[in-house]
């Protein structure tokens, strides 16, 4: 009569065993996944920021055919697209991106800075247009002085870049921006103020240093600002200081200018060379 008793006794023991061979077994699953999705996400970071931005692409493109339905990970595609300057692939992967759940207004503020890089500056005003005015940040005022200064409505241009400045910690590319835009329009004193103080803010920036040296060239200033730069910079400087001489008329100056550049620079200046064989002949 004690073995029936003994047999379920063993039946028991053994299915409370296996009932907790499968519980230690889906925690184990639910740990590796969660240790899965720590590691996806980490690496996404990595991608997005220190990958190289075609193996970035290529990366976004196999997670994006697996998981279609994350926007984090369509995000992911259209930012690696841009990084990899492949804009015209960008443009409709951020369009995707912004029809989706989850959407966000800085989305929108990407896909029409994407679409302005590509020249398609009408549909990136529309597209800048849906966002509420509530959305005031620098990405988006710096993309709305670019298209007022492509329409020529210069006091919405000026009013955009003065906004876009105050809400950023570095304005220096902003600045420099907002320079050419006076500097294309004849305000030559004012553009280099702002290209004086892009540099201020990023003693690296040599777009800005070269625009200050054509803000004074059209002023028919050609002495150089007092600046950071080094000896190659200085020379390359010289060299865009004297062709703005010759495009004054001031030929004798811009040779001058150029044989300075030649000097200057620590190895063969092949343009400042040719522009002054050119002349002499």
Known sequence: MRHPILLSACLAGVLLVAGCAEKEDETVERAFQDVNVVDESNLND???????????????????????????LQRGLAYS???????????????????????????SVALADTLIRTGNWAKAEATLDT?????????????????????????????????????????????????YSKLTRGDYKEAERLFGEAIRQ???????????????????????????????????????????????????????LLRDAIETHPQHFEPAVRALNALDT
């Open 46 to 72: 990595v991608m997005l920021t220190v990958a190289d931005p075609n193996e970035a692409v290529g990366y976004f493109t196999r997670t994006t055919k697996e998981k279609p339905d994350r926007i984090d």
């Open 81 to 107: 697209l841009v990084r990899a300057k492949r804009f015209t692939e960008a443009a409709p992967a951020w369009e995707k991106v912004t029809t989706m759940e989850g959407a966000t207004a800085e989305d």
């Open 202 to 256: 990023d003693p690296t920036l040599f777009t800005a240093k070269n625009n200050l040296v054509l803000a004074r060239g059209a002023q028919q200033d050609y002495s150089l600002p007092v600046i950071p730069m080094d000896q190659t910079e200085r020379a390359q400087l010289l060299h865009t200081m004297a062709l703005s001489a010759i495009k004054q008329g001031d030929v004798s100056v811009g040779k001058a």
């Open 131 to 179: 966002l509420p005015p509530t959305h005031e940040t620098f990405n988006r005022y710096r993309l709305e002085a670019m298209l007022a200064d492509s329409n020529e409505e210069w006091t919405k241009s000026d009013s955009f870049y003065e906004i876009a400045t105050g809400l950023t910690t570095k304005p220096s590319g902003v600045l420099n921006n907002w320079g």
